[in-house]
């Protein structure tokens, strides 16, 4: 009786260990940014992401698991706060480009609320167009391999380069004149007024 008790002992670990870690649902609830979107490049960017992690298993997370971080934002500085219960427990740093979680931060008995804050403050890239990646979180397994279904990316737009309308070309009809002519009022030409005298003259003369 007691060799069977040992090999009922040996099969259930074995079975434990076959049996592979169910990962956590990882929900993305709320996210800010300052300033709002949309990012502008080369300047910084501040962002809070709050997570809620749902179990799947026995337990929040798996123990053996791990949460990987990427940024697109450059000289990033992270602070990753792990909820309890609505309230604080464990905290972590990092800068670069990733940042990662240890799975034993994020694994309680599943009557607990286990959630999460992840803030980043870094630079957006110069000459970025398009969309960028903020942040993007994925469980990686104990094989170093991504679990399916647990990639959250979170991307904003970034603005385009502010340019200065160009001048609109305004074009000035020539100044068109119109001669004005003059009306001159008839004077009294002297050759005629000469004349005139002349032929008064004569006449009288003829009268004596």
């Excluded at 490049?41 to 053996?64: C, E, K, L």
């Excluded at 969309?131 to 399916?148: R, T």
Aim: aromatic share 6%; charged share 10%; proline share 9%.
């Amino acid at each position: 009786m007691p060799g069977s008790h040992v090999l009922f002992g040996i099969v259930f670990l074995s079975l434990l260990v076959l049996v592979p870690a169910v990962p956590a649902t990882i929900v993305l609830s709320t996210a800010a940014f300052t300033p709002d979107a949309p990012l502008v490049p080369d300047t910084r960017q501040h962002v809070v992401a709050h997570y809620t992690i749902i179990p799947s298993g026995a337990t929040t997370f798996a123990r053996g698991h791990e949460l990987q971080m990427e940024t697109g934002l450059l000289d990033a500085r992270w602070n990753i706060q792990v909820t309890l219960d609505g309230r604080n427990a464990a905290q972590q740093g990092a800068t670069g480009s990733a940042a990662f979680v240890n799975g034993e931060l994020l694994s309680y008995s599943t009557n607990h609320d286990v959630g999460m804050v992840v803030t980043i403050d870094g630079m957006v890239p110069p000459g970025t167009t398009g969309q960028l990646i903020v942040l993007k979180v994925e469980e990686i397994d104990n094989s170093g391999q991504v679990v399916p279904g647990s990639v959250i990316t979170l991307s904003q737009p970034v603005a385009g380069a502010v340019t200065t309308a160009p001048p609109v070309p305004t074009t000035t009809a020539p100044l068109v004149t119109t001669a004005v002519p003059v009306t001159k009022t008839p004077g009294f030409a002297a050759p005629q007024a000469l004349l005139g005298c002349c032929a008064a003259i004569l006449l009288f003369l003829r009268r004596f």
